[in-house]
């Protein structure tokens, strides 16, 4: 089984070269951020420019979403034909087209057409991104790097705030109206050009060109990273793992796959069943419902922001001490704490103080230490090496569909059901969270990612094993008859 990859034969590894590159990479989650938050600053103002009804503001805003879904599931097959770089390269420029796409359309379906576009980029993006951090990184410092790129999400999701205020207090009304919100999409395209260009230097995944027979070529990056005795015999067991089956589909579905295909599924949809993306989107709606005012509200939204931005650094420096399960125990627990109490304060009628913000910060901040990062790392280095990326992409095509419709279902929810069921809702997936994390997932911190294989492997044998046995107990004793 693969050594663990943590020094060269100098001593250390090159961590100056493995981090650019994972900083570069983890632009993506920096586009993800802003083009997912933009839209909030400028429906206000595209809502009267288009004249559009209360269906068609929440088109201008899923349109995007509809866009990931369809990147997510094509980012897999794609990747392992043309390879991960190739493919990001591609995601970039579809980022940059639907950026200029949205800020210049003469009529509303221009600017969906155009948010569909930039979507299929961010859908791509959100599912290699990490899956090529993975790749690249050393084993005891994967957690860490593959993290950036929620890092990176946050922060484009705090900026874009800022951006949004500074374009639309730069005219009048007329202005905003007729042009802010174009400016607001329009500026996206200079984080995709600054993408696409840094793309340019970061070589690609030595574990790809590994399975498309290309050692020659992955080895120089692997001793660039380990040194020269590690990484040869990292190729041994990278090339080892391809060597075991193929990387079809059906492969997906083996007895030995399916166990860690369902857990990454499943963790995906509870990232986004818990409700985080319903606060995210719809926090000023939420606080005007405790009774605050527009500009507290919005106030307030700012603060869930930078709660968000302050513990996802956190997180980045906890996730390769702690480890991902105990991360997930902790933060999905504390979920489950606040989202009960923001529920019975709704419930009781207790919103006009700051308790209903407090735990809503709360909220936010275990979710930023938990579910937020580590889902995104789990998702990236607990698939083997030759169904990663199709695998990935199916998890990430599930959580951008759990995203789509706990949008979509969360304000109707809310008007009919009302906020103390709503939350209460939400803390009942995040009690089912910390209890499917206890049970089904396992520690992958320190792991290569050849080791994390051979988990599931040992798991399917057991279950393979128990349920020989339980049919074995079910077969009666006819040998004294």
Not at 409 to 431: D, E, K, N, Q, R
Request: aromatic share 10%.
């Amino acid at each position: 089984m693969a050594t663990p990859m943590n020094k060269s034969s100098s001593g250390q590894t090159n961590m100056t070269f493995v981090t650019l590159v994972s900083m570069i990479a983890a632009i993506g989650g920096l586009l993800f951020g802003f083009d997912t938050a933009v839209v909030s600053g400028a429906i206000g103002f595209m809502k009267t420019r288009f004249v559009l009804n209360e269906l068609e503001v929440g088109w201008a805003v899923s349109s995007l979403i509809i866009g990931c879904i369809a990147g997510a599931a094509f980012a897999g097959a794609a990747s392992d034909r043309f390879g991960r770089k190739k493919v990001l390269l591609a995601a970039a420029a579809l980022f940059i087209i639907g950026s200029l796409g949205s800020a210049i359309p003469a009529t509303f379906s221009g600017y969906i057409i155009a948010r569909m576009i930039g979507g299929i980029g961010i859908g791509i993006t959100s599912t290699l991104c990490p899956l090529y951090n993975a790749e690249i990184s050393p084993a005891r410092y994967r957690g860490r790097l593959v993290a950036l790129n929620q890092f990176a999400t946050v922060t484009g999701i705090f900026l874009v705030y800022f951006v949004n205020s500074g374009i639309a207090g730069y005219g009048d009304d007329a202005w905003d109206i007729a042009s802010a919100w174009r400016w607001m999409f329009g500026v996206g395209i200079i984080p995709g050009l600054l993408f696409l260009i840094l793309l340019l230097l970061v070589p690609e995944s030595p574990r790809w060109l590994i399975k498309k027979g290309r050692a020659a070529e992955a080895l120089p990056i692997l001793v660039k990273i380990h040194g020269e005795e590690l990484a040869r015999q990292e190729v041994l067991d990278i090339k080892e793992s391809f060597n075991q089956d193929g990387g079809s589909f059906r492969q997906l579905f083996a007895p030995r796959m399916r166990i860690a295909l369902l857990v990454g599924v499943v963790l995906a949809v509870l990232q986004q069943v818990t409700g985080i993306n319903a606060v995210m989107y719809y926090a000023p709606e939420i606080f005007r419902q405790t009774g605050a005012g527009t500009n507290a509200a919005l106030v307030q939204t700012i603060l869930v922001g930078l709660i968000n931005f302050l513990f996802t650094i956190l997180a980045v420096w906890l996730i390769d001490k702690v480890g991902r399960k105990a991360l997930l125990l902790v933060g999905s627990a504390a979920m489950t704490i606040c989202l009960a109490v923001i529920g019975i304060a709704f419930h009781s009628g207790h919103t006009s103080g700051p308790l209903v913000l407090i735990f809503i910060l709360l909220y936010v901040a275990a979710f930023a230490i938990s579910l937020g990062p580590v889902v995104w790392v789990m998702l990236s280095e607990m698939f083997p090496n030759r169904v990663r990326a199709k695998a990935t992409a199916i998890a990430s095509t599930a959580l951008w569909v759990a995203d789509y419709l706990v949008s979509q279902s969360f304000p109707p929810l809310l008007s009919s059901a009302g906020p103390a069921v709503t939350f209460w809702l939400f803390g009942f997936m995040s009690l089912f969270t910390f209890l499917f994390s206890w049970r089904a997932v396992p520690e992958t911190k320190g792991k290569s990612l050849e080791d994390i294989e051979s988990i599931w492997e040992r798991r399917s044998g057991a279950a393979s094993e128990g349920a020989q046995t339980r049919n074995a107990a079910a077969v009666p004793d006819t040998s004294a008859v």
